[in-house]
């Protein structure tokens, strides 16, 4: 079964970055093969919501509140998905989730979140 831990969260000011990592395991081989892997957030009090999605072949999706800010990155050798963060503001403060959506079968799967909080 898929595992996803997340880790790179923490607190910074407004304007700096971050970089997400979030490592996969119990996969067979490239996990980008099967799984379509994004990032999503949730704020408190609001909905979970979609960050960035990095495809099968390379493509990439991103929300329209971080496009230009945000960029979605693997290590395909080691089945790892990064998102850097620039140009961090206070609503982006959230629990920043990795996610594995299959494209066959297979369950998705869920990290457990990482906290980003920005403060001025």
């Known amino acids: 079964q898929l595992q996803l831990v997340e880790s790179g969260g923490g607190l910074v000011q407004p304007g700096g970055s971050l970089r997400l990592s979030c490592a996969a395991s119990?996969?067979?081989?490239?996990?980008?093969?099967?799984?379509?892997m994004g990032w999503y957030r949730q704020a408190p009090g609001k909905q979970r919501e979609l960050v960035a999605v990095?495809?099968?072949?390379?493509?990439?999706n991103y929300a329209e509140s971080v496009k230009g800010r945000f960029t979605i990155s693997s290590d395909n050798a080691e089945n790892i998905v990064y998102l850097q963060m620039n140009s961090l503001k206070s609503e982006d403060t959230g629990v920043y989730y990795c996610?594995?959506?299959?494209?066959?079968?297979?369950?998705?799967?869920w990290g457990q979140g990482t906290q980003v909080t920005v403060y001025s």
């Open positions: 119990g996969a067979s081989g490239s996990i980008f093969r099967h799984y379509a």
């Open positions: 990095l495809l099968r072949g390379g493509g990439t």
């Open positions: 996610n594995a959506e299959p494209y066959g079968g297979k369950p998705r799967a």
